[in-house]
């Protein structure tokens, strides 16, 4: 069964920092991931999705790396902000269950100003 | 949450009654989907639609119906309401099935909050 992992559950950083996310997911044989961002009270919004063909993704100041061998996933931010504040969900897709998305149950960023 | 939208934002109800949760989306994407978020539990699937009339259980589908009569909407009932399902309820949308080469994005809606008493 696949879990997903995403480690630390919080992490506070000064406004300014690189900051990496974590995100472990047990199984390797996986179609796609996704990176997600939920700000307090609201939905999620996809930030990058990364083909299981993909090593990485950038959009901005976000990168995100992908390495199935190892099972692991990184969000890595640059210069945060405090806009950036918010919690940040890693989501595998398995190739046993094509409509299904195993969500991690993310990190709480807060940047502080 | 452009193109998508979820109602009752907000609901208060009683254990044992019936409640219905409605998705609206304006973007014509074939695959719909309704999940819960719990604390330490993360996201989870409850029933997903990969067409009109087409829907199929997700991880936590006991409790839950869902229907999809038109494109653009998708309802979950919980036809008999219990404290256990007090949750923060997404509905999701996308044009390609998750999986595959050309899986898209997934998006969500605003979420629909429902406490159960």
């Known amino acids: 069964k696949q879990e997903v992992t995403q480690i630390p559950a919080a992490l506070s950083v000064p406004e300014g920092e690189n900051l990496v996310l974590n995100c472990s997911f047990t199984?390797?044989?996986?179609?796609?991931l996704q990176w997600f961002r939920q700000d307090p009270g609201k939905g999620l919004t996809s930030l990058l999705l990364i083909q299981s063909s993909q090593r990485e993704q950038t959009s901005g100041r976000l990168n995100a790396s992908l390495d199935k061998s190892s099972g692991r996933s990184t969000l890595y931010i640059a210069a945060s902000q405090p806009g950036d504040s918010a919690t940040y969900l890693c989501a595998v897709v398995g190739t046993s269950g094509t409509y299904k998305y195993i969500f991690g149950t993310g990190t709480r960023l807060k940047v502080l100003a | 949450d452009a193109g998508i939208t979820q109602s009752p934002r907000h609901k208060v109800t009683e254990t044992g009654t019936p409640v219905t949760l409605r998705c609206h989306q304006t973007e014509n994407h074939r695959y719909m989907y309704w999940y819960r978020q719990d604390p330490g539990h993360g996201l989870r699937l409850i029933h997903y639609?990969?067409?009109?009339?087409?829907?199929d259980k997700g991880e936590v589908s006991d409790g839950y119906s869902v229907s999809r009569s038109k494109t653009e909407d998708f309802l979950l009932t919980l036809e008999s309401a219990t404290s256990s399902q007090t949750s923060v309820y997404f509905c999701?949308?996308?044009?390609?099935?998750?999986?595959?080469?050309?899986?898209?994005?997934?998006?969500f809606g605003a979420g629909s909050r429902l406490t159960v008493l």
């Open positions: 999701a949308i996308s044009e390609t099935p998750p999986g595959g080469a050309g899986a898209n994005v997934l998006t």
């Open positions: 199984d390797s044989a996986i179609y796609n």
């Open positions: 639609s990969y067409g009109v009339k087409d829907t």
